[in-house]
């Protein structure tokens, strides 16, 4: 008897199925990869228009955060510069002197320091044009949450507890999740994650490394957390949805 | 209604009848309160609406077929496909720093600078600007003004909005040949030297300015400089609502025109003619009025100083805010206001004597009796006249716009006479623009129009074409001019006619000056630079004294340059460092030294004995109608600013409309009823437009609001309401005699919140007269309650529902168990107090809120379905001293009740009440959220967390106040009214585009619509569709206070650090905010007086938010005050019989109280809730 159904439609069935797993674990995917918010990603690291370096402003000239992020101790934001901060040191090559030198010379890689670099090239032209520089932002939180740098830095939480060793970054990426989780480690138990200015100021993120790694201080800063230092962060969601 | 048992003040063991509706009686006063006539006569709809949680159809789309849902909805779909998937991914931010530093800028961190806003028909705010970084997003009083002192009102609050109209944007235009093409002002200066230099041979004759008026040394040094060039050239001052009668009255009076500039703080009697001096009448300077007035009114002790509060009389055609806030209230058709006040003022000058005030006394003479007709005005008359004897130099008495000059020169020689001159209130010459006449400069200009003698027409600000008397016909008069120049914010209705529109900067976008009604001279600061379309190739308008610069071929048409001129020889002449002046009045936002111009002037009274003779007597049954300005849009300016045309009105509860307003019971007598479409004569004119019935509108008066219909306003105000200038000619601007009312078929749809949110008829407001304050205000607060039980309560809430309930026991134990985090015992405990007394329900708290908060316009469709968003609502209830029950009302839709126009003394009185979110300690809210969205933090505050909901609604179903709002739609992100999708099939049908639903409407920050963003405050989340929302206190503010107070190292946040936008902008200060644990906050000692009271507290919410009863000053003469509550109550057939006797007797009247049935109602609950518990277990 003739067949009705050619042999080979016996492998329907089977093609379905793994067509069906494979279509249902590439939907899962495609929607998990289009769907998670980038800005929770631990490591995005966007290309900056320029290739500025926070390792050799921070790290091996030592510059101060706040040299740059002016009004991070009054505002929510950590300002980025504008480009008339830049020039008080590119302006001129020659008035750089000992201090490119010694970038050049400590760290030989560094060449887009140098004056005809295209990136300072760059600088100066946006700068002459009055243009700013289109940084593409690394850390963002949503809409609905506020987060007042001020209330954190003038409490004793340092940079790097966020931001990690930013001065060791040539190129910035976000090293924490910034989720509420992650947030909520912190205000629950501050003594892992606060210093005492006195001891240490929070932009010098190589020290508060060495002090938040050291057991001992933490206990300390609990100790004084309940007797003088008056620091509650608070765990409602009020504090910083709105 | 009767079923519910939760609330013993609500429970009625009988069965009502049928046909037989009771609203409780309210305990403290025996009044009923009730909010609209559906909820008096309990209609069908009224009904329906408070069984609904949501109003009907608040979550269906479209009320059109599914097909027609479809069709529409494809199109969206497909959009939506096409944009929400790549919009989910990597959000490529850009950060633009700014390529140098400007001064004082700290990014996060709002930056105040001060400015002025002139207000309509001269006149200035003070105000205090908030940038973020360059960008405006928020207007404040100015502290330092003397107008405003920190407060504001609706129109400077709203102002912002205006700044970021796109409509406004529009560029300049020329008339051509074939239609308007676009034009830059540099065109414009290009054609001026030629055009105006023709001028200078006729000395100006043939030009002309039809100017708006204001008070501005600037202004005024420009037409200075225009006079002298052209001296012929006719300088015409015209604002649409500009009543002559008050500058007529003072000439009288006077001999030369005068402001009036009263001083409320120090009256102990008000008296007001048809004044609605708290609300759209200037005479008491805006904000400064409402200020003053409640400063008389605040009681903060039973004895001593803060016992007394000050007596208010209004006498009106229409309830306004004024009337709402008087201690009697009187409505009577314009005619029979003049009556009385003349037979008032006969009876106060007899008895003053003297020669001069027996004379205008005896020329008055034909007045007496006139109100005889009236049962108890006579009486009234009588009891005034005694109280403002006995106050003299105390008191004060106003007269509105309404009135004709003659009462004007009386009210000013009987202040004169009773002293008041000097005390209460103070005179200052007019300045020249303001002292003109209105209706002569546009009669003049139509004049001039029809003799062909003028050639050129400048129009600054203002809009003729629409809103010029009807029987000059001006839009046809202004075609005929060959050459018009109209600079106006919008393009309008004249701005479209004219040769030259140009457009015409926001007052925050360029340099001026103005000065306030009591002299104080102001800058007007830009806070950024002029806005344009920057597609389209617009550009920035300019500001008023930028074109006279041009016009005048002045050497600088620069803003900047022109103020410091016209200062330099103005306000700064005599200074000696002009530079150190000029940056202090910057800072200060005033000139030193200016203002406080008033004084006492001399009376002439024998004109003002002559002038007696022009008042006519009242006319009888002759319908009067009464042209008013709207509270919200003016006399149309307004009307593109949505947050305006949201705000429900103050007394009728109207948005996005305005109708005709007539007394229910004339209404009935005519056959009408709300939205019935009638049509209105006058003076040969008619008019097509909806009636509304207010309750306390005068029987032989109809009332409009002016304003609206406008035909070339925005996408926002253009088609909304109905032009009722159409029948407003130039010999009756304020009054037309004589009108005709009838129905021609069709009815309107209005959009009124007056029944939305009900809370049905709780103990919600509370009354007291102000003796029974005075005797048991101080009465212990630990009492025995009725049920034997210690309880402390306050003397407001003795009468409040709380004191005959038994105390609440909760199923799950005490309230705060020892398991619980918080126990609000630390500081800050946030609380809010509102006044009730001094609430006057402008709505500013409302406005401020929506500013402070990105609260969405959502349109009139969805207010109509209750959706208005509002996180601070003013409900008005309206309250009447008769008994609904005993035949003074039938069930009927207004049925002669207390308003018939004989009846004098059942007059309706008003109450608003702001409602916010409560805050309550035990929030029902919070224990129904399935995600916990909405919990309490340790500072006391009921938080919501936007992020976390998922729009069950939960919450809002579970809120006794109803006062959380849900955002059904994006209203953040969609335009109201212009494209929309779905338009081609649509169009035609669509009426008007506030009804098309958000979801259909264009994205707002497509296009110019950006610009509306650009308001958004950014401390404050804008919320998306599907998400719960409410009053958070302004929790960015306490947070922001709370890190700026670590900052400076406070250990607590001190009381006054920051204040709540609505508490913020209350011109009457009639909230207070603060701290409840710091002894010696406001707060806490408004919650400690004995006026306090929460709302409902008797279900034990525990609200945060509590109320300072409403309490009245009565006079004895004109209705006895209740001094003993307790047995004023147990008279009345209410609810609350309880009160007086305790005995089986008062059970057998109708509402009962039953404890009995509480108590098995708890039992039953227990033995359900252990049963299920058992069943678990």
Redesign the interface.
Known sequence: MSTLFPKWTNAIPQVLGAGLVFGLIAVTAGAW???T???LEVGYQ?TQPIAFSHQTHAGLLGMDCRYCHT?VE????A???????CMNCHTVADNLGGYLAKAVSIDGSSSSAHWDSPDLQLLRQ??AE????????VH?L?????F?H??HV??GVSCYSCHKRIDQMPIVYQAESLGMGWCLECHRAPENHLVDTNDVSVTNLRDVQALLNDSSYSATMGEQLKSHLQRNP?Q????C?? | MSNTKQCPSTVDTKSPDAGEHRLPLNASTGKTYWRGLEELANTPEFQERLQREFPAFASELMNGSRRTFMKLMGASFALAGVSALPGCRRPDHKILAYTKSPEDVIQGKATYYATAVPTPNGGAEGLLAETFTGRPTKLEGNPLHPINRGRSTIHSQAEILNLYDPDRLIPASKKGPNGRQAVSWRDFENFAPDHFARFDATRGRGLAFLVEKTESPSRDSMRDRIRSRWPEARWLPYEAIDSDARRQGSQIAFGAMQREIPDLSKAKVILSIDSDFLGTDPVCMGPAGSRTFSAGRRLTATQGPGSEMNRLYVVESMISSTGGSADHQLSLAPSEVSAFFAELCRSVLRQLGGTANTRIASALGRFEGSMAEHRDAAHWIEAISEDLLAHRGECVILVGESQPPAIHALAHALNAELGNAGQTISYAPLAEDLSASSIASIRQVAADIADGSLDTLVVIGGNPCFDAPIDLDFPALYSRIPTTIHLALHENETGIASTWRLNRTHFLEDWGDVVAADGTVSPIQPMIAPLAYEVGGGEPGKSDLALLAIVAGDSTHDSYELVRRSWQEGPLADVTDFEATWRRSLHDGLVGGTGARGRAVRINTSDVERACANITASQGANLELVFQPCSKVHDGRYSNNGWLQELPDAVTKLTWDNALFINPSKAKELGLTDGDIVEVSVSGFSLDIPVWRVPGVAQNAVVVTLGYGRTQSGHVGTGVGFNTYAIRTSDAMEVAIGASVSKVGGSHDFACTQTHWSMEGRDIILEFDLPAWHKHGDKATEDLDHYGRQRRLNFAEKYDTISHAPAIESLYGSVITENQTHRYDTRPQWGMSIDLTMCNGCGVCTIACQAENNIPVVGKREVAKGREMHWIRVDRYFGSADDPGKGEFSNTYGDAGPYTGGRVSGAVDMTTMPVPCMQCENAPCETVCPVNATIHDEEGLNVMAYNRCIGTRYCSNNCPYKVRRFNYFDYATKKLGGEFVGKEVLGGIVKSEHWVPPRLRERIDEGAGELRTMQSNPDVTVRERGVMEKCTYCVQRINAARVESKLQDLDHIPDGFFQVACQQACPSEAIVFGDLLDPESEVRKEHDSGLSYGLLAVINTRPRTRYKARVRNPNPKIRPPVVDPFEHHGGHNGHHDDHGGHGEESHDDGHVMSLPILTETRSALAQAASGVLGGLA
């Open positions: 990869y289009w769907m918010p980038a800005y966007p009004n009054d505002s929510r934001h300002n980025i510069p504008t480009t008339t901060t946006l700068h009055g243009k700013p520089v289109p940084w593409r932002r963002k949503p809409d609905y949450v506020a007042p001020a209330a003038n409490a608070p409602t969601c009020g504090a949805h709105y």
